[in-house]
């Protein structure tokens, strides 16, 4: 348990908001960009998923929307892979993934110029936490070292608290993963596990 872990149980209270970010079949293994491990984050996902939705609270989940000709792909000079592209499989999210009806869906990187990690970047996420009141931002997903870190920088600095659950996160590499997971600290960002987490 790091540092920043509680070993008690974090019991939620209005105010909060769960994050799920990009948990679709590309980014899962098998995907165009499947991270090795990516599906073990889906059943703590889920377990997070289930407090939320018990205790009233609003659920939220990130995803890549690609055009086909984004920029992010390596035929456009990028780094990726062709991945996400919107209103395709690998742009689905994984049919393991319990996401409530009501969950509110932040679709990334639409355009074709334009590149984001953070499930912040060009989005109407902030709009939508203030608007429910949101101050305390639960977050988990893929990939720790890009999208997950990028959303959580951005949400701390934007004034949200923030709480990582790390064993809803996983990494395309451990050692990116292990410094990103630094960065987040050194941001204020705080750690637990779904498994403790208490509606």
Known sequence: MSATESAEPLVLAPGDALLVVDIQHDFLP???LGVAGGDAVIAPLNAAIDRFVAAGLPVLASRDWHPPDHCSFQPQGGRWPVHCVRDTRGAAFSAALRLPAAARIISKATEPDRE?????????L?????????????????ATEYCVLQSVLDARRLGFDVVVLVDGICAIDRVDGDCALQSMWRAGAAAARAMDLAA
């Open 30 to 32: 098998g995907g165009a």
């Open 116 to 124: 984001a990690y953070s499930a912040f970047a060009g989005t109407p």
């Open 126 to 142: 902030e709009s939508a936490l203030r608007e429910t009141g949101v101050r305390r931002l639960f977050i988990g997903g893929l």
